[in-house]
DNA sequence: TGTACATCAGTGAACGCGCGTTCACTGATGTAC
DNA sequence: TGTACATCAGTGAACGCGCGTTCACTGATGTAC
């Protein structure tokens, strides 16, 4: 049964989507093909309509979630000072309703030891995202020169993502918690 | 052929060292019980006669890798001022060296993102492997109240862990030496 | 605009492969006397 | 201390299972006239 053009790009959509989802929720190497399929509604068989294989769909469905990732940070700071915008985006990216929700949060904290070990295409979309998710906080430090401004950027990713894998890591509700908390006073007052 | 008592505790060891090694650099989920035991020169059907399960000797694997990791970063601070001691703990773990030699570093920074999924016994020595770490680098925080010195030893380590994550995603270089001395400086000056 | 045919999205079964785990077997080690 | 027997570390083959990928088939969609 043939599908139209249009619905055939609805299915592709779908399944980037639900692969977007499911990788962060359960890990990539633990995400099978069918796992992904039968979410999105779908028999695995007709995978290979959409996508050429398994990496191309990994590194496909994550620069889907980057572009997303970013596109809300940017939209959270308008009509705020750059200061105020920076501490929305650190405040919410260490919530802890994003802890709790792995399946719609960053993917560089949600898969990022596993990443390392993805395909070079895959490598080439997490080290565009980094890039970009540095850039977004470099334009939301004022008085720092540009340079120091990327720097002190660069510091607060790498707490953000720590900050995450950690108190997601952590079994005890309140010390995770307080890791969250933690690490945002950390970044805010630095 | 029986082994003797010595030889039986030897191997064991060398199953748990080697499980510690392979973890790191392939991930849990990709690394394979076989692989295990070939890496340590013996066939993978004898792994039950020491172990209970795979669950079992990733928890126990773990467990020692944390031991050797605190052990080293306590023996690193003797005969140091505190604040030596905790320079030397951050240049350390936030060094090229560490960053290309996954199978030798820490845990946290190399399986971080899998361990989330882990069974309770694996959650459990991870958790306990944090609050050792926080407690390392706050022995070497003076000129602060405890509480105030174990939230900035915590959020340290959010930052050790994102900023190692981070500069072994990244394809570049020159990008990750970067992400490597921006997130020390950042530690340090904070 | 209508008809005839080619295309192809999705199904469901099958493939080879590696996984964690089990088991019969071996012979050196450990134990009981 | 020496002998007889039980134990068990390690081998290698086998198990059922889920994986990524392939394929014959279907029938609605798209294209050509």
Redo the contacts between chains.
């Keep these: 049964m043939r599908k139209s053009r249009k619905e055939t790009a609805e299915t592709r959509e779908l399944i980037l989507n639900t692969a977007a989802r499911e990788y962060r929720q ?2 990539i ?2 995400t099978g093909l069918a796992e992904v399929m039968n979410a999105a509604g779908l028999t695995h068989g007709g995978f290979y309509r959409h996508f050429e294989s398994k990496e191309d769909l990994v590194s496909q469905s994550l620069q889907r979630t980057f572009d997303q990732l970013f596109e809300g940070m940017d939209a959270s700071g308008v009509g705020k000072t750059a200061n105020d915008a920076l501490a929305a985006i650190v405040n919410h990216y260490l919530s802890p309703g994003q802890r709790d929700h ?1 399946e719609r949060a960053c993917p ?10 993805a395909d ?1 295409s895959t ?2 979309v ?2 565009s995202g ?2 970009q998710f540095v850039s977004i906080l470099r334009k939301r430090i004022d008085r720092l020169p540009p340079r120091q401004a ?3 950027a ?10 995450m ?2 108190a ?5 509700r309140t ?1 995770s918690n ?2 969250l ?3 945002r ?3 805010l007052q ?1």
Tied chains: 1, 2.
């Design positions: 359960n890990g190497a633990e792995f560089l904290a949600a898969l990022g030891s596993e990443l390392r070990r070079d490598r080439d997490v080290s980094v890039g990327k720097a002190k660069t510091a607060m990713v790498s707490a953000l993502v720590g900050g894998v950690l997601r890591l952590v079994n005890d010390v307080s890791i908390k933690d690490t006073d950390f970044i630095a």
